[in-house]
């Protein structure tokens, strides 16, 4: 299951994942991952979610995101939820069709795996692809 939130610049985008990561933190019955494109939410989430630094780590591409997170539940099967914040920025590209394709293999990978993904992206949702809008 994939859950996308988009929106311009200043829209309350990375407020709203944070609650969201906060409320998965108390509830989910797994563990919860964060990534992100720096270290910003650092003092505002639940010690207990993984948060990644994705500059530690070249993510610079979708296909390289995809190697990362399939390593990811290689490595640890209890992830139950994983945020994304600003998928876009973190790429280091503008939404294409690429980004469309890579929600699409993230949410067969999250059904395949029971793991859901919330997803930020920045930019004006009434302009998304239609293959983004059925995420919103």
Request: negative net charge; aromatic residues 10%.
């Amino acid at each position: 299951m994939v859950r996308l939130i988009m929106g311009i610049k200043g829209s309350g985008k990375t407020k709203q994942l944070i609650e969201l990561i906060n409320n998965a933190a108390k509830d989910e019955p797994g563990n919860v991952v964060c990534i992100e494109a720096n270290r910003n939410m650092t003092f505002d989430i639940a010690n207990q979610v993984r948060l990644i630094d994705a500059q530690e780590y070249t993510l610079d591409s979708y296909e390289s995101f995809r190697g990362f997170i399939s390593g990811l539940y290689a490595g640890n099967y209890d992830i139950s939820q994983v945020f994304i914040d600003n998928l876009c920025k973190t790429i280091g590209c503008d939404v294409d069709a690429e980004t469309e394709k890579f929600l699409n293999w993230l949410d067969l990978f999250g059904e395949k795996n029971n793991i859901k993904f919330t997803v930020t992206v920045s930019g004006d949702k009434d302009l998304a692809p239609e293959g983004m809008k059925k995420y919103m």
